[in-house]
């Protein structure tokens, strides 16, 4: 049975209750005789985080709604994208300065390969340096008017190989409560004690270093420069203050505000008028505006000497190949060459996010850099919005727990100095026509998920 009229009408909501009330429970770890004598059940689907993604993944089908995760791109994705067939106004890629696909990183990437090949084989400890690495983290130090920079395969494991290298169980790491995953799993593997400080107060910070700096050898501060899920940042001028005044660390990740704040893009600290020297450690990804692979670090030479023998990321796993490389070198060449791009994407989002407001949609605390969410709160009627803008021919991503807090769900817009003014202001009337639709039809999404959830689905 499906919605009539685009309205879900009593007979479907009854049919969906019905779906879910017989949908079986999920059964305990049963114990059982094993071949290899083992007593327990320990098939992949007993996981906790499976039984979610069943009832994430019922649920979604009973509203005959499409997977959306995961989804397949037949071209380029930049502003504009492929999906099913369907040409699309894309929100949903990192891509912030259009440099994806750029005929200048296209050659030196080409050029590259045929020099270089496509692997270094082994780490760069073991098999050794080329030039096109150290050309690469000369460029990124830099961007940040630093001794040195090091680049890794993964942004991720940047992160998480940074922090725990640097601090142990005698050490205190402070970080926003919004802080990305990476910087969490690091944390925990550094054994060091972790607090979060609510996001973007720095009274609190200041608070929970006058009470606890003392018990503690170092203490590392650590932030985003633009937070990824709100679109706003902090205060980078007061945080490096706090940190001189209580003698610690800081570290700022820059993996969504490198290209997008300042007026050439070099972050926020060129945003906000600050030494960049101040920061001890700056953290950041080579994916999304440097359209390539891998993360980096960039601070002071004793900083970088030390995580070349110390961050597991860099000893032990493979060093970054000359293509991925020189993406990312010519990226930065381009974005400090051209900074009209940077304005471009800066007016953009600012676009963006004054016709959001006006149309009435919840945009939380984003400053209309590049990211700017729309709040919805429940998390199917999120993704039964994006469903429906993609049906119009615009993708946004849908952003559900646990990847934001409960209630909190969003649709997630990422601005692109490549979109039109017209594909901006047709997106936003888009999202607020649909908002406004599935606030009509009432249907509680939320009410009908939790009642899955109590049944173990």
């Not at 999906?83 to 200048?104: C, E, K, R, T, W």
């Not at 940074?162 to 054994?191: E, F, M, R, W, Y």
């Not at 051209?338 to 006006?358: K, S, T, Y």
């Not at 999404?445 to 049944?455: D, F, P």
Request: hydrophobic fraction near 45%.
């Amino acid at each position: 049975m499906k919605p009539e009229g685009g309205r879900f009408s009593r007979g479907f909501k009854a049919a969906l209750l019905e779906t879910m009330v017989k949908t079986p429970a999920a059964e305990p770890v049963a114990r059982v005789a094993g071949a290899g004598g083992g007593r327990f059940d320990t098939s992949f689907e007993t996981l906790p985080a499976y039984q979610q993604f069943r009832t994430q993944r019922a649920v979604a089908d009973a509203l005959q709604l499409n997977f959306p995760f995961y989804r397949e791109h037949e071209a380029m994705a930049g502003a504009r994208s492929v999906i099913a067939g369907q040409a699309v106004v894309n929100f949903a890629s990192y891509d912030y300065l259009g440099l994806n696909g750029h005929p200048a990183i296209t050659e030196a990437v080409i050029a590259a390969t045929r020099q270089w090949g496509t692997s270094v084989s082994a780490s760069r400890i073991t098999a050794g340096e080329r030039a096109f690495h150290r050309q690469l983290e000369r460029a990124l130090a830099d961007v940040y008017e630093a001794e040195d920079a090091l680049v890794f395969v993964s942004g991720h494991a940047t992160a998480i190989s940074t922090v725990a290298a640097l601090l142990g169980p005698k050490d205190l790491i402070l970080h926003d409560g919004l802080i990305h995953n990476c910087v969490v799993v690091g944390a925990q593997l550094s054994g060091a004690t972790r607090r979060p400080f609510p996001h973007n107060d720095l009274d609190a910070l200041d608070a929970m270093l006058a009470s606890t700096r003392e018990r503690f050898e170092r203490v590392m501060i650590i932030t985003e420069g633009l937070f990824s899920m709100d679109g706003d940042g902090p205060d980078l001028a007061r945080l490096v203050a706090i940190k001189q005044r209580w003698d610690c660390w800081l570290m700022v990740d820059e993996a969504h505000s490198i290209g997008v704040l300042g007026a050439t893009g070099r972050g926020i600290a060129e945003q906000d008028g600050v030494d960049p020297r101040l920061v001890d450690i700056w953290l950041g990804t080579l994916s999304k505006t440097l359209v390539s692979c891998g993360g980096y670090v960039a601070g002071s030479r004793k900083l970088i000497d030390y995580l070349k023998l110390a961050a597991p990321g860099m000893v032990y796993s493979v060093g970054m190949p000359a293509p991925a490389a020189m993406a990312a070198l010519t990226a930065i060449e381009i974005m400090r060459r051209e900074p009209e791009r940077v304005a471009r994407l800066q007016a953009n989002g600012q676009l963006f996010l004054l016709l959001a407001r006006a149309a009435g949609l919840d945009v939380g605390t984003s400053a209309g850099h590049a990211v700017t969410p729309v709040i919805i709160g429940d998390s199917l009627r999120t993704v039964l919005l994006a469903e429906r803008l993609l049906k119009r021919g615009i993708n946004a991503f849908p952003i559900v727990p646990p990847g934001v807090p409960e209630k909190s769900a969003r649709l997630r817009f990422f601005i692109s100095s490549e979109h039109t003014v017209a594909e901006i202001e047709a997106a936003v009337a888009a999202t607020a026509e649909e908002v406004a639709g599935v606030e009509r039809e009432g249907v509680s999404l939320g009410t009908l998920a939790k009642l899955m959830m109590k049944r173990g689905a």
